[in-house]
């Protein structure tokens, strides 16, 4: 069983940038590739952006790319998404989620485990 507890959510304005953070509870987190998604109101879980269990890969959607980082720092077994540029459209509330695989697929239904999400607010 993993645990995954999200961070860092707020209010930003747009242009503006914000970090967040997911810490996981897994013994072996390096066996884990994690992803990051979030969900607007009314709309659907989308795919944010993953990243390999080793750190060497990440992928994302092209609806952030370049604007969003995914990292990793498997000895802190946290795993984190750097916002820059955010726009309104950004608005949503940002999960984590866990796979037991080191590829990050963009399917909601590949992850195992899920964090219990953050808010994040882009005014204009």
């Known amino acids: 069983q993993v645990q995954l507890v999200e961070s860092g959510g707020g209010l930003v304005q747009a242009g503006g940038s914000l970090r967040l953070s997911c810490a996981a509870s897994?013994?072996?987190?390096?066996?884990?590739?994690m992803g990051w998604f979030r969900q607007a109101p009314g709309k659907e879980r989308e795919f944010v952006g993953g990243?390999?269990?080793?750190?060497?890969?990440?992928y994302y959607a092209d609806s952030v790319k370049g604007r969003f980082t995914i990292s990793r720092d498997n000895a802190k077994n946290t795993v984190y998404l750097q916002m820059n540029s955010l726009k309104p459209e950004d608005t949503a509330v940002y999960y984590c989620?866990?796979?037991?695989?080191?590829?990050?697929?963009?399917?909601?239904?590949?992850?195992?485990?899920w964090g219990q999400g953050t808010q994040v607010t882009v005014s204009s």
């Open positions: 990243i390999s269990g080793n750190g060497r890969s990440t």
């Open positions: 989620a866990a796979e037991e695989s080191n590829w990050p697929y963009s399917d909601s239904r590949a992850y195992d485990y």
């Open positions: 897994a013994r072996t987190f390096s066996t884990y590739a």
